[in-house]
């Protein structure tokens, strides 16, 4: 009786000591702008279910992704290190790109697995896999699963890229190895005809680039043959990993777990499912984004199936600013009568303006996130690594999450540790910084007049007072020479250090 007493006291502190770490679930969203939901201003897109979020937890007017394309932003979630400190991760990548990421070092994923976490990842991926040598017939590693995720289920890149099929751990779920396939974006490989050579063949044409491999008569980015029973349906992308989130939830709901659910909304190629199509009144970029917010709702919808909203920490974000015409003549600009996907923001995805990386970014803790909040305090999504770690009552390695704060105190009503924040472009050379309400972006000498209009890049500095000028109109950097010089010497600091965590 002795031994089954104490038996069932140390199962019952076993479950008080998991009890007392939340859930977490970060869902990211792919060129989801700053405009584009209801409860940041939207009033022609319906986002009930993300609006429904804001209502009980805390909405952010100043969270950014630290990068305004999608690769960077999300090297910088998974190590809490700005990607452009990594020329391997600071690019959009191909999908046939080497893993950016080291997984000998501390990840998002990993620190909270040992946390006693289940991990799991569904949705896009876009960090790379293997060595350099990748096979999509054999088994596709390093990934996910080596840098801390315990289940995966994903696409490699963007879904206007090649390969067109998920990954489910180390496998291509679904491969016939009859049909091998074959990857390449420098030559054509197979017979699979392409949209250049066939434009008659599309169901939805390209307005610039993405003109290679034809799948669901949609051209992409890059040349694939084989692979023709795994390939995916684009319709069906958002329920396929709404589906597998929710059975991440339910195999995971008696012990914590953390679900990174990346979504392919609103990504193009943009193909809503039947059932939203014609939904928004904005044309197929608006029924996409409602599409997302639908995804949004039956995870929320799970959670409280299985009365776990109130110990689930939920986070929505976007990986980079909105994008109206993005490589396919889908009618975004042209049905969206009058919505703004950055809202009064001045630029796009790409930009260093605050367009590019200026996101929604929504919190809902039940117990600890005072409902109905707003919060201007300045936080990214660099520091996700650190915060979840808080959340999870567990300390960051030393050599992890250089450049991610612990944004908790901002996220319960308090200030954020954060004083300034670095956002780049794509790739290594181009970066701005925030410091308080002052924005500067370096010049670039030798900038075209065509980038400077679309991407903020310019030959001469820019410096702007976010505070009065939110717009980024009035640029001040003639009249303030000492805060230019200020700035500058900061972010050449923080490029020296290594870090800026402190």
Request: glycine share 12%.
């Amino acid at each position: 009786m002795k031994y089954i007493l104490s038996a069932i006291l140390g199962a019952l502190a076993f479950t008080r000591a998991f009890a007392a770490k939340p859930n977490i679930i970060f869902i990211l969203a792919d060129d989801i702008g700053y405009g584009d939901l209801g409860c940041y201003g939207a009033t022609l897109v319906k986002t009930p279910h993300c609006d429904r979020l804001a209502r009980e937890g805390v909405r952010f007017t100043d969270a950014h992704a630290t990068g305004s394309t999608c690769t960077p932003t999300r090297y910088a979630f998974v190590t809490g290190q700005y990607a452009w400190r990594n020329p391997a991760g600071a690019g959009i990548l191909s999908g046939e790109a080497p893993l950016a990421i080291d997984p000998a070092k501390p990840t998002a994923p990993s620190v909270l697995k040992q946390a006693g976490y289940t991990t799991g990842l569904v949705g896009k991926w876009h960090i790379g896999l293997g060595k350099g040598d990748l096979d999509y017939n054999k088994e596709i590693k390093p990934g996910p699963l080596e840098l801390g995720f315990d289940y995966a289920f994903f696409f490699p890149a963007t879904g206007d890229r090649v390969p067109c099929v998920f990954v489910e751990n180390h496998r291509v779920a679904g491969l016939d190895p009859n049909d091998p396939i074959l990857v390449s974006y420098k030559n054509k490989i197979g017979d699979d005809p392409t949209g250049k050579e066939h434009p008659e063949l599309l169901t939805m044409k390209p307005s610039h680039g993405h003109d290679n491999t034809i799948i669901n008569g949609i051209s992409r980015i890059g040349w694939m043959s084989g692979g023709k029973s795994a390939r995916w349906k684009d319709e069906e992308i958002p329920d396929t990993f709404t589906k597998k989130a929710v059975g991440f939830i339910e195999q995971n709901k008696d012990k914590p777990f953390f679900l990174y659910l990346a979504t392919q909304n609103i990504h193009v190629p943009r193909v809503p499912h039947p059932r939203w199509r014609g939904t928004s009144g904005c044309g197929t970029r608006g029924d996409y984004l409602q599409e997302f917010d639908g995804c949004v709702g039956t995870v929320l919808a799970a959670l409280d199936r299985l009365k776990l909203a109130d110990n689930t920490l939920i986070v929505v974000s976007s990986d980079n600013g909105g994008v109206m015409d993005d490589g396919y003549q889908d009618g975004a600009i042209e049905d969206a009568h009058g919505h703004k996907c950055n809202g009064a923001l001045r630029g796009y995805k790409g930009s260093l303006w605050e367009g590019g990386h200026r996101e929604p970014f929504i919190a809902r803790w039940p117990g600890h996130i005072k409902v109905g909040t707003t919060s201007d305090e300045l936080v990214g999504l660099v520091d996700m690594m650190a915060t979840f770690a808080a959340v999870a009552g567990v300390k960051m390695p030393k050599n992890g999450g250089p450049d991610s704060f612990n944004v908790l105190p901002a996220l319960l009503g308090g200030k954020s540790p954060r004083d300034h924040l670095v956002v780049q472009m794509n790739g290594i050379e181009r970066q701005a910084i925030r410091v308080g309400a002052w924005k500067y972006i370096p010049g670039k000498p030798g900038a075209r007049a065509k980038a400077a209009g679309s991407y903020g890049t310019s030959p001469n500095i820019q410096l702007y007072d976010l505070a009065k000028d939110l717009a980024e109109e009035n640029n001040l950097a003639e009249q303030q020479p000492g805060k230019v010089k200020e700035l500058q010497a900061l972010l050449d600091k923080i490029k020296v250090d290594g870090h800026s965590r402190p």
